[in-house]
């Protein structure tokens, strides 16, 4: 078990797979960006999720060095955060499968994001089942106290904790039992063109549908004067579906200027009407956007140096991990040899 003296451990991870989009970025990514410091951070790029979908080699190759650099730009000090590929500690695919075996499939079929995945396919991979099992063994694995997520990840968190309540009922406690981290506002940002369906990667490349956060000042400005709101004029905070564009936009500004939803309202009681309003949200958008995307550029210059930072995380990241899986084998009755 980890040291309660130390500083709260943090774990969270994202996948190199389709656009990364504005909800990544106000979800999950500029709060680990804020975090640092304040608590140990471990940030992964999980290579070995995107596979539960097939993915061209040479795209996963280039999108996982991408995000790498993108996460770097939005902000991750890899001095003070430990920022790594997944695939690079091969204790996560062996902690997975030590807690798939404590892992009952009816836990796993009870996925709503399993559920809707598989919907959509015609033959659905073991690896897409399994894949909350994988993402408890890269939280459990660090000990990890919190992790900090979007609304969406929720109930794999909530997997998380049972899987090692078990595990730690069955083998004597071993595993921390972690916390999910869901942000008051910004938990869930919706699709520009649907706002009754939260923004995503793999519809972030439908035109209107997100903020890619690689667009250009003109995209940016495009896609949010093109979102869906209603036939109204009022600029005001509401919870009903009719008003689920506004409230998105809404939402977006208040989360970028860390204002309180009477101050929003405040900025807009004299505009004049949805026009000015997607105006203003733009401009704050890029002016979030803008200095992320040309850092971005630059990292993406220097491959050698994005090497090097996964290869200083990858082995800072094994020196947590690896020791846990062993501990954890120790404890489930395997011979573990000390070279291992
Ligand atoms: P992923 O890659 O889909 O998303 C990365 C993070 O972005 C958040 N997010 C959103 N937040 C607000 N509004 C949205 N529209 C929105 N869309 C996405 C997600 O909640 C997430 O925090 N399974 C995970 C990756 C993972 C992981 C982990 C996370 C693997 N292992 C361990 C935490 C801990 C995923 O696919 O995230």
Redesign the pocket.
């Known amino acids: 078990m980890s040291d309660p003296t130390s500083k709260r451990r943090v774990?969270?991870?994202?996948?190199p797979s389709g656009n990364l989009?504005l909800?990544?970025y106000?979800?999950?990514?500029r709060r680990w960006v804020d975090e640092q410091g304040e608590k140990e951070n471990f940030i992964?790029v999980?290579d070995l999720?995107a596979v539960t979908v097939y993915q061209d080699p040479d795209e996963l190759r280039d999108q996982t060095r991408r995000l790498m650099a993108f996460l770097l730009a939005a902000g991750i000090d890899p001095r003070r955060t430990t920022l790594f590929v997944q695939s690079h500690v091969r204790a996560h695919a062996e902690g997975a499968w030590l807690l798939n075996c404590v892992t009952p499939i009816g836990w796993l079929e009870r996925m709503t994001q399993y559920k809707a995945k598989a919907a959509k396919q015609e033959s659905v991979l073991t690896g897409l089942m399994t894949?909350p099992v994988?993402?408890a063994a890269?939280?459990l694995l660090y000990s990890a106290h919190e992790?900090?997520?979007?609304?969406?990840?929720k109930q794999?968190?909530e997997l998380a904790r049972d899987i090692a309540q078990r595990y730690n009922h069955l083998y004597g406690p071993t595993l921390v039992v972690p916390e999910p981290m869901i942000p008051k506002v910004?938990?869930?940002?919706?699709g520009l063109d649907d706002p009754t369906a939260?923004?995503?990667?793999s519809s972030a490349s439908v035109r209107g549908h997100a903020v890619a956060l690689t667009d250009s000042d003109d995209e940016i400005r495009r896609a949010i004067k093109r979102a869906v709101t209603d036939s109204g004029r009022e600029i005001v905070f509401d919870d009903s579906p009719e008003k689920a564009g506004v409230n998105n936009l809404l939402t977006i500004y208040q989360v970028l200027t860390s204002k309180s939803q009477d101050e929003v309202e405040a900025d807009f009681s004299t505009a004049r009407g949805y026009g000015d309003l997607k105006k203003t949200v733009a401009e704050v958008v890029i002016d979030a956007v803008a200095p992320i995307r040309s850092r971005y550029e630059e990292l993406m210059e220097d491959r050698g140096e994005l090497d090097r930072l996964m290869a200083i995380g990858a082995e800072r990241a094994r020196s947590i991990a690896e020791p846990k899986v062993r501990e954890m084998k120790e404890k489930m009755g395997f011979i573990v040899p000390a070279e291992l």
């Open positions: 774990f969270s991870g994202i996948q989009h909800g990544n106000l979800g999950a990514i992964c999980v999720h894949y994988l993402q890269d939280i992790v900090p997520v979007g609304e969406d990840q794999h968190i910004g938990a869930r940002i919706m939260k923004m995503s990667k």
